[in-house]
């Protein structure tokens, strides 16, 4: 029987990304623990942000031109 890695949604990074930061708010977190904190942290920072960016490119939006005819063109973060 195989395993299947299931990954995490990005909600639940987002949530773990919290639970480290508290952790590393703490003063009483021991050094070595911190830098693993860090270091996973930065890893869900990584993730999030290609899901991120792959979210931002299935995104279309529906647009109604001129002549009333409805055109898909890619969705534009405003910026």
Do not use: H, W
């Amino acid at each position: 029987m195989s395993e299947k890695k299931t990954e995490k949604s990005f909600e639940e990074m987002l949530k773990r990304l919290e639970e480290i930061v508290k952790a590393l708010d703490a003063v009483d977190t021991p050094l070595d623990e911190c830098l693993a904190l860090f270091e996973e942290g930065a890893g869900l920072v990584k993730s999030c942000t290609a899901r991120l960016d792959e979210a931002q490119q299935k995104v279309n939006v529906l647009t109604r031109g001129a002549d009333g005819a409805v055109t898909e063109a890619s969705f534009q973060a405003e910026g």
